[in-house]
């Protein structure tokens, strides 16, 4: 048992002391600890003194098919490909061995999944917010700046603030049916659109929803995920699996062990037939006014609402844990898309969030393969303090439908505040925690190791005067 308290600790304290590259921002790979294919290092990558800020390290893509090779935590060379410039994204093939990922899925079925399909309203709840907030829904919603809402950007902006899926056309019956449109122009100003925030305007619309899918077989107003998933605490678990996949995090990404170590549990999703995940963001914009959730504890206080912070994604990390027989592919609408902005992707006239109808037309489509991992960012590097960024727009991606079998995956973010001062913090009450954990399970295993020898002779001794007053003890 105590042997398997130090394998427990081995995430802890291996590289602690790591650095990430000290120069370059985002393009800093070809400084990074690669090794040729014999296992030769290429380089050295420099050590910051204690002084300076830790940066952070991003691969160059540098173009299509380009491989860089990094020695895993066992020194096995893994090959990264890359499939995508902007954002950088990159194939590893075989970065779980089959038994690799059997245990993380029998994990997965040990812990318990539970499903994850989301039952969307049409609107939030926005009827207790202030005029500046909806002002604030309604700006990031008028993506022409026109202080009107036509219906392509009132079904964009939907999707985006429910998670359902309507059509123009459905936005224009919608408008029609409920009289949200006064003046019959098709489009919403902000008068006609702070109405439709109203409790009892929410209660209709969202009764109109529920009346068209019950009424019209055509009518779409999907969730975008159909799943079910748990999560895997690698610090706890004491797993060999999962703290040997943490080592290995750690060696491809090139982040100090406290970044990997603290960011969220491996999530593990199984999707079956029918089940999909539409197009999003993995990560939110910069917001200095809001808090990353990971790291909000530090701050001290009590959370208000789950609208009070917001995810703070550096990478992504997603590992395929089994073959797929038909459908769901990772897909990218806009990789390498050198126009991309999100106006004119809210403008588009196919709706590439919805993965059900528009898998194909992704500029990139990763087919799901046993063992394979993908990584991709989603934030760029500062150059100017080499922390963490703006977002790639163009990391959009989601799952496709799956036609036949079923589907595992895990997700292993990678979790930085680019606050970086409350990113140290971050660390170091992480780890006080961890420790506190770790004792307290250690104390928990020394006290069931206790030598029950004495209590035995005890009991022997009571036993053998039980036998003389009673002369029946064999028989019971």
């Known amino acids: 048992m105590e042997g398997l308290f130090v394998a427990r600790f081995v995430v802890f304290v291996l590289f602690a002391s790591s650095q990430c590259a000290t120069d370059g921002g985002a393009n800093v790979a070809d400084r990074g600890p690669e090794v040729a294919r014999d296992g030769t290092p290429i380089g050295k990558k420099e050590e910051p003194s204690t002084e300076d800020r830790l940066k952070l390290f991003q691969y160059d893509p540098v173009k299509l098919g380009h491989v860089h090779r990094v020695a895993d935590e066992?020194?096995?060379?893994?090959?990264?490909?890359?499939?995508?410039?902007?954002?950088?994204?990159?194939?590893?093939?075989?970065?779980?061995?089959?038994?690799?990922?059997?245990?993380v899925i029998n994990l997965a079925k040990e812990v318990g999944l539970e499903n994850s399909e989301v039952e969307p309203e049409l609107l939030p709840s926005l009827s207790d917010r202030s005029e500046d907030e909806i002002i604030h829904f309604f700006q990031e919603m008028d993506v022409n700046t026109d202080n009107y809402l036509d219906t392509a950007e009132l079904a964009n902006g939907l999707m985006d603030m429910a998670g359902g899926l309507l059509s123009e056309e459905d936005v224009s019956s919608l408008l029609a049916d409920l009289q949200l449109d006064s003046d019959h122009d098709q489009?919403?100003?902000?008068?006609?659109?702070?109405?439709?925030?109203?409790?009892?305007?929410?209660?209709?619309?969202?009764?109109w929803v529920e009346d068209k899918q019950a009424s019209n077989e055509t009518f779409r107003f999907r969730s975008p995920r159909g799943s079910d998933q748990t999560w895997l605490d690698q610090t706890s678990i004491g797993d060999v699996t999962l703290t040997r996949l943490h080592e290995r995090v750690v060696k491809l990404m090139q982040l100090p062990n406290d970044i990997v170590v603290s960011s969220e549990d491996l999530q593990v999703v199984r999707y079956q037939v029918g089940s999909h995940y539409h197009a999003h963001h993995d990560s939110s914009e910069l917001d200095d006014s809001l808090p990353c959730s990971h790291s909000e504890d530090v701050l001290g206080g009590e959370r208000e609402s789950e609208t009070n912070s917001r995810t703070c994604r550096y990478a992504t990390v997603l590992f395929y844990l089994n073959d797929v027989k038909e459908g769901g592919e990772t897909v990218f609408?806009?990789?390498?898309?050198?126009?991309?902005?999100?106006?004119?992707?809210?403008?588009m006239a196919k709706n590439l969030h919805d993965l059900t109808l528009h898998c194909d037309d992704s500029n990139l489509v990763v087919k799901a393969e046993r063992g394979k991992a993908i990584l991709w960012y989603n934030h760029?590097?500062?150059?100017?303090?080499?922390?963490?960024?703006?977002?790639?727009?163009?990391?959009l991606h989601g799952g496709c439908g799956l036609r036949k079998g079923e589907k595992w995956i895990a997700n292993n973010w990678i979790n930085i505040d680019d606050n970086y001062q409350r990113q140290m913090d971050y660390h170091k009450s992480f780890n006080k925690e961890l420790v506190r954990e770790k004792e307290a399970q250690h104390k928990g295993e020394e006290h069931t190791m206790e030598d029950p020898s004495d209590h035995e002779t005890e009991t022997d001794e009571e036993d053998e005067d039980d036998e003389e007053e009673t002369g029946d003890h064999d028989e019971l």
């Open 187 to 207: 489009q919403l100003d902000f008068h006609e659109f702070q109405l439709s925030w109203t409790p009892e305007v929410e209660k209709l619309v969202n009764k």
């Open 74 to 103: 066992s020194g096995r060379i893994l090959e990264l490909v890359t499939t995508a410039l902007n954002p950088p994204i990159f194939e590893i093939r075989n970065f779980l061995s089959g038994e690799e990922c059997d245990r």
């Open 380 to 395: 760029q590097v500062n150059t100017s303090n080499g922390w963490m960024g703006e977002t790639y727009k163009s990391s």
């Open 333 to 347: 609408p806009v990789a390498d898309n050198g126009t991309y902005s999100k106006e004119a992707f809210d403008t």
